[in-house]
């Protein structure tokens, strides 16, 4: 099993807070629930890595982690918290906006829970990476809930629905089973080693 030796590093609320070494910085983003978590806890194989929420929206912070010595996963904040007050919404838009604009990262993997059609919101954060020039890889999460026969049905009505180039790599996984978790790890490594071309 690939492992990625992962340690938590720092969060940040506030863009002086954001790590700005010579590090590389690959970014994980997605609605708030759809198991960005529990992905950071698999690949670093440590269920304690990053904490899981029942509470959508819990994760306010960009959280850092440290990987193989040489780069860092970047937790963004879960996003579609519709009930959360409007001031802690626009501070969430204005901590986007300032990590974005740094430059910092390039790379994303994108979750997306496979059983439902892709949100407002994830069309928001589709826009805002191809905004950003980032290179995109979809990760769609909860994959065990679905029969492995109609797993590529359920892939390309997100490409549909996500107006989604054909290139663009759309990859089901699950947590439950690790299934694709190894493929997941390759492309966040390939992701770190290749530079940002500005």
Known sequence: MEIIQMRFETSAA??????NDEFPQVVITGKSNVGKSSLINAIGNNGKLARTSST??????INYFF??????VVDLPGYG?????KTEQAQWQALMD????????????MLVDIRHKPT???????DYLAYYDFEVVVVATKA???????????VEDI??????????????????????????VQIIREFAAEPILV
Do not use: C, H, V
């Open 159 to 184: 490409r549909k629905e996500l107006e989604l180039p054909k290139e663009m790599l759309i990859i089901p996984y699950s947590s439950l089973n690790n299934y694709n978790r190894d493929y997941l």
């Open 14 to 19: 506030k863009a002086s807070q954001f790590i």
């Open 98 to 109: 300032s990590y974005f604009k740094s430059g910092r990262a390039k790379k994303a993997l």
């Open 56 to 61: 959508p929206g819990k994760t306010r912070l």
């Open 81 to 85: 918290f519709a009930k959360a007050p």
């Open 144 to 154: 065990d809930k679905i029969a492995k026969t109609k797993l590529k049905q359920y």
């Open 120 to 126: 407002a919101e994830d069309k928001m954060m589709r």
């Open 67 to 72: 990987a193989d010595n040489s780069f860092y």
